[in-house]
């Protein structure tokens, strides 16, 4: 499954300057810019720092308030210190269809029966997301608390399901790896060389970016997302269609040591 560019790419990206200009965060930022014609013209617009994002206020990253439907639970848990990650219906539905849609790339669906989660407590509300993902392609997954024992594994393990997704910063107990579980991870949490490992890489203000089945490479959604790279080699990323809370040209702060049509290698996150 490939991800290919839109062909009206410039029309695009010419709606989230739109959008983006009816923020006050980055009104001052586009100094005027009101569209584009060509990408050397889209390269005018400043880059922004992830940083620099997430210590504005919610309100004005917010295009049109009347779209926000609810916010989304983040992978790194409540922070009063970061801005909260705002949604509309289409949006929400894009990030879903990405989630699905790097399993089904990935593995065959119809092997998939039930999944289990194991969850710390600080990615409690992003457990819940993606067990919500799941059960929505009629996948059933029961989450799980790591209290930092086994005991949590264990009761994962005990459903004998086929997908096991971790969201702990704990080391797997090693009497637990399965050779024919399927292992989801984010933003190669863990890397687990005995059992299939589907690996999302994702940033919270911009959702899912990439999936990689091996952690060296990264298969990127060129249809929902425009990719640069810096010229510090960071991963800059504009969303195409997020009209709610727009995202243009975001230094993520993650090292990028190749980029290519299609896929990326990460440097170390």
Do not use: C
């Amino acid at each position: 499954m490939d991800f290919e560019s839109p062909e009206n790419l410039l029309d695009l990206i010419n709606d989230v300057i739109l959008y983006a200009n009816q923020t006050p965060f980055y009104r001052p930022l586009l100094k005027n810019i009101i569209r584009i014609t060509n990408i050397q013209d889209f390269k005018r617009i400043p880059i922004t720092k992830l940083s620099e994002l997430r210590d504005a206020n919610l309100k004005d990253t917010i295009s049109n308030p009347e779209k926000l439907e609810w916010i989304v639970g983040p992978y790194r848990g409540r922070s009063s210190q970061s801005i909260a990650i705002s949604e509309g219906i289409k949006e929400t539905a894009i990030r879903y269809d990405l989630f699905q849609d790097a399993i089904k790339d990935s593995f065959k669906i119809s092997q998939i029966k039930k999944a289990a989660v194991v969850s710390s407590p600080l990615h409690n509300l992003y457990s819940a997301e993606i067990s919500t993902i799941l059960n929505s392609i009629a996948i059933p997954t029961h989450i799980f608390v790591d209290d930092g024992n086994s005991k949590p594994f264990d009761m994962a393990q005990s459903l004998n399901p086929d997908i096991l997704i971790l969201l702990t910063d704990h080391d797997i107990p090693e009497n637990i790896t399965d050779s024919k579980q399927i292992l989801i991870t984010f933003r190669k949490s863990h890397r687990i060389s005995t059992q299939r490992q589907l690996d999302l890489y994702m940033v919270d203000e911009l959702g899912f970016l990439g999936h990689s089945t091996d952690l060296l490479t990264w298969k990127i959604y060129n249809d929902q997302y425009l990719y640069e790279r810096s010229n510090e080699g960071n991963l800059v990323v504009t969303s195409l269609r997020n009209k709610t809370q727009p995202m243009l040209r975001i230094d993520t702060g993650d090292p990028v040591l190749t980029l290519s049509k299609y896929n990326m290698e990460l440097g170390k996150l």
